[in-house]
């Protein structure tokens, strides 16, 4: 990050014309600011100044070109976490190059060889979200285990987090209209819900034309996928129970179809044996 400022004054009272020049240099590890003067009165000078901050974790230094006394900075820890506990353990491997960023104080830094990556200089006690550009992963089909993490860092205080990435969960299936016992035909843009364990509502879709679906990026873990209630009222159906899926070791889970169908109506015979009452 570069910028360079050109100024000029005229002191009329003096008759005196003053020019500047400065020159910044701002990469993140430090600052360097040259500054040209010329006053018709004093002559040419010239300055220079440079700042630098140094911090440290427990296996690292790194350098800020602002202050870190009176800001907080983050320890960002990025791994696979292979058998999706949440916890660094095990297979477990750190994951190099993913990009971290914070909002709303702009910062982002990229992984070392050891999976951590360095935000400092963040506001004291704001209120700092802490994300993944999930693009800089290194396979497609990787997403965070749970969503960002929120903080409010302390003043010169380096905190460290944690953040598991998992091969995420796809789900398909086809939601069918079973009109007989033997005949069923496919259902387009029925809206789906996906719950998760919690009962929480995380994804909502619709079928496609041809009744397909497809729920991807899931991390794994249990989940139910229903028809909206709504849906089944408005239009009659019976309520069908949700589809279950409790899988961590599969990346594809097919066939998880949806059955709907309204009370089927049979044909039968009703006869009439008469009436009687008893006579005394």
């Known amino acids: 990050d570069t910028s360079g400022r050109i100024g000029y004054t005229r002191d009329f009272n003096n008759d005196n014309n003053i020019t500047n020049l400065s020159f910044s240099w701002r990469p993140n590890e430090f600052s360097l600011t040259s500054r040209l003067d010329f006053n018709d009165n004093r002559g040419w000078s010239a300055g220079l100044l440079g700042q630098i901050s140094i911090g440290s974790t427990s296996n690292r230094v790194f350098a800020s070109n602002q202050t870190l006394v009176n800001q907080g900075s983050i320890s960002a820890f990025v791994y696979h976490d292979r058998n999706n506990n949440g916890v660094f353990d095990g297979s477990d491997s750190p994951l190099p190059g993913v990009e971290v960023f914070s909002t709303p104080s702009i910062k982002q830094a990229t992984t070392d060889g050891s999976g951590v990556a360095i ?126 899926i409790d899988d961590t070791g599969r990346d594809v889970i097919s066939g998880q179809d949806i059955i709907l169908r309204k009370a089927f109506n049979q044909p039968g015979y009703s006869a009439s044996l008469g009436e009687f009452s008893s006579i005394e």
């Open 119 to 244: 935000l400092p200089s963040l506001a004291a006690f704001k209120q700092t979200d802490i994300d993944i550009n999930e693009t800089t992963l290194p396979a497609p089909y990787m997403i965070q285990r749970n969503s960002g993490v929120s903080v409010r860092p302390s003043p010169g205080a380096i905190q460290r987090l944690e953040i598991p990435i998992v091969v995420s969960v796809e789900i398909e299936g086809t939601v069918r209209e079973l009109k007989d016992a033997n005949t069923s035909s496919p259902l387009a843009y029925v809206p789906i819900e996906v719950i998760d364990q919690f009962g929480i509502t995380i994804k909502e879709l619709l079928s496609e034309f041809d009744g397909y679906y497809l729920i991807n990026n899931l991390p794994p873990g249990s989940y139910s996928i229903r028809v909206k209630q709504a849906y089944l009222i408005e239009n009659g159906w019976l309520t069908p129970s949700p589809v279950t």
